[in-house]
Structure formats: structure tokens, C-alpha cells
């Protein structure tokens, strides 16, 4: 692996270490995992953004974006996604009601599998739309109260790295990005 100075890639020595303190944490977060008996990473199923960052130890409110590295993989891919989708869920269906920033560094963001899941995700909300009063929602009510498929998938901001000027220049540019982005949860 070749190393270059910070002034070459154009990115500030302390973006450099912050980027280099993201993979650290990334590491050691990825150790502390439970391993099924394949020695696989298993994460825990989860329904709802809030449970997610609950059961990854990541302390959150409202007002909080969370980052969340994962590895490679198919698999990783669509928990990937499916966290995506989840933190733009309502908060009365359990989500954030936020917004969600995908960084591909290895090009395996399939959209059309992102709408799939996101048309499964609009499906389970409609059906699950519940009142306090106990009335049986109509369907109006179901499709007013619930995400589209359309606002899911806009809520998503891909950013794909192909090399690592343009994950530094990311990370340099990702705070100004968020403070432009009030509702990035993740």
C-alpha cells in the first residue's frame, strides 16, 4: 500500500487522522462482534432503526448521526440498505424519521434492490398502520401515514470511492454535507 503525504491527496492532516480513526474504530468494533459458527459476523435481526443502533451499542437521539461501517459482502450489502430504509421510517413505526448517507467503496450498491426492499418496506408499513383509538385505518389513512417507495429511495445519498483522494476528499467534505442535511440520522 502506498502512502502519500496529506498535502498531495489535498486533505488536511487532521481529516487524515480522523479518516484513519474511523477504520480503527471500525476494527475494533467489527472484533467485538458476535461470530456464529462459521466465524461469521452475525448482527442481530432488527426491525427498526432505533433497535439497530441500540444492539450496535451506538448511543443516539434525535439529534444525532451515527456511522456505522460494515464489511464486505452481499449480505453486508442488503443490512446496509435495509439500514437505509429503516432510519426513514416514522417514529411511531419505530424509525428516526431521518435520512441516510451510503458510502460504496467497492461498487456493490445494487439500486434495484434497494427499491425492492424499500417497495417490501412501504408494504409492511401499510399493513401494520395502527390508531391509538383502535380504529381500523382505511386506505387512505394507510398510504398517508406511510412512506413511499419514492421518498425511501430519494432519502438515500450514495456517495461510490473509488480511491482513496476520493475518500479523503469525502471525509473532508462530509461535515458540510450533514450541516446542509438536517435530517442525515446515519
Sequence with gaps: MKCFPSSVCKVSLKDAHSAI?????????TAQLPKDENNFISLPGVSTAWSLLQNLGVESDDKASSQ???????????KSIQICLTVQLPKWFGGLA????????????VPCRAQQMAEALVAHCRK???????????????????PTVESLMSGIHYIRIADHVQLMATVQRLEQFCSKQ?????
Design 128 to 146: 401494520h398502520v395502527t390508531f391509538e383509538d383502535g380504529h381500523e385505518p382505511t386506505e387512505e389513512e394507510r398510504e398517508r401515514f406511510s
Design 182 to 186: 438536517a435530517n442525515v440520522s446515519i
Design 68 to 78: 456505522l461501517c460494515l464489511p464486505v459482502g452481499v449480505v453486508t450489502m442488503c
Design 21 to 29: 480513526g474511523v477504520i480503527r474504530k471500525y476494527r475494533d468494533w
Design 98 to 109: 431521518g435520512q441516510a448517507i451510503f458510502i460504496d467503496t467497492e461498487g456493490n450498491f
